[in-house]
């Protein structure tokens, strides 16, 4: 045992692809064990009877230096791979094979076992909208190109450094959404109305703000004690921001407490249907 | 039935936050059952009675619609909220409470089961470094600020228009990777050695290549008919990049059959450990 009050404890998440899917959903459900520090260690590409072999030895050997046996979670659809992961001790979960036998069953067949072969997330329709999209929202990154925004899927706007920038380029990479951002500049803030840029689609415009502090803390590391980085000016603005918001009845999403990944979820759940992209 | 040879089906994935990681996890494994039109309707932030209510009547009546009853993936952790789900008739499958027997008797514990309180992937460490990583992606993409390679934790290089932005930009979003990226241009491809830029760093280098046919594609969707976009050109640039890749003992990854995901993947593997990132 270690002297730390919490129990250090490793959880291995093996794929035969990314291991993308299966660390996500390993970190969302031990989340909700707490008291436990654990120690993630992704191994991808595990494709080959070596490489599982590989992997089930450094199960053995880095169980045997934290406090306990690790857990594993895997999405091996391969049985002679899973088998070399199977053969440590470990608690070995398999993501495929939790849900193999009601599927099966509901589905009157059995599935496809090859590896590498199938990839949901990637097939080429979808993933090329996606890099489209991620080509679309650098060309309108930060108020350029505003007369692109009627191909727009979204417009994000905020003042300067509020985040607007990695939202639009999470929801281009990840839902394929052409997402524009605007920033609300000095003559956005004193004027009454929104910018004629904007004015035209106003059904389009998602608001961001931000804690006028963290705002701070942002711009000083790009700026250091000028002007712009001040913590009246970010009061200022961020204030004035959400008048102008109010102004046109839009409540704007806070990016101090939520991130990049929910806003998007949030984004694309909020446009129309219509628009909403299939990927 | 509908007339298709190919029955659709409904495919419900149903999260308390974002759903993605639900997504994606059904994606993945029903991707193995072929023969199957899959229709995936992604249902977030289903945090309350009334919501929960309202996706349980939308799974009966889109099932209605389709050939078969719906499946439904949930990470619903409310015993409360997973009812409503479960009332429908569907085929629903819990990711959570697939696992959980196994790891309550593991761990001797039992999970946390209040909504919205974890969310292991944006634990604001390692949030504030992916969004930090993306402004440096940015700050150096296209071969801007080479000065600033020294910082960087890889530097991805290939010809123009290969693949290099949209790999970068996912390095630095999921994995917190700093990844610049440089373009393999006339002047670096006539040369017989590196660029300057290039050479103090080649311990960090990463290549991307592209079919040539793709690239020409690609090329003329940004500059219709240009020399730049001409099948010629792209042959020529890809060849003399692979000359180059060649020169300095360097294997490139194919963009044209690789996902930016899985490129990112590899590029995360390759890394040396003391420099992969902990995310």
Redesign the interface.
Known sequence: MSNATIPRRAVFCVSD?????VE??A??????????DWVYLVR??VDTDAKAATVAKEIVRIGGRLDDRP?VFT?L?NKNLEKYVDSADA?V?N??S??LP??SE??G?L???DIGS?????DSKG?QRR?DA?DFT?ST?DGVNVHHYDRANVVVIGVSRC?K??TC??LA??YGVWAANYPLTEEDLVSPRLSSALAGHIDRLYGLTIDPVRLHQIRQQRRPDSPYASLDRCRSDVERAERLFKTIGMTPTDTTAT????I???I??SMKLGDRPKV
């Open positions: 692809h990314t291991g993308v899917t996500a959903l970190r969302s459900i031990l989340a909700r064990f707490e008291d436990v991808s590409f857990i999405t659809i608690l979960l993501t495929f939790a849900f009601a599927l509901e589905l067949s599935p496809s076992r199938f990839h949901g997330m990637s993933y890099l991620v650098l990154d985040g920038t990695p380029l999470y990479m990840h991130s990049v990944e929910e998007s979820a949030r694309v759940k």
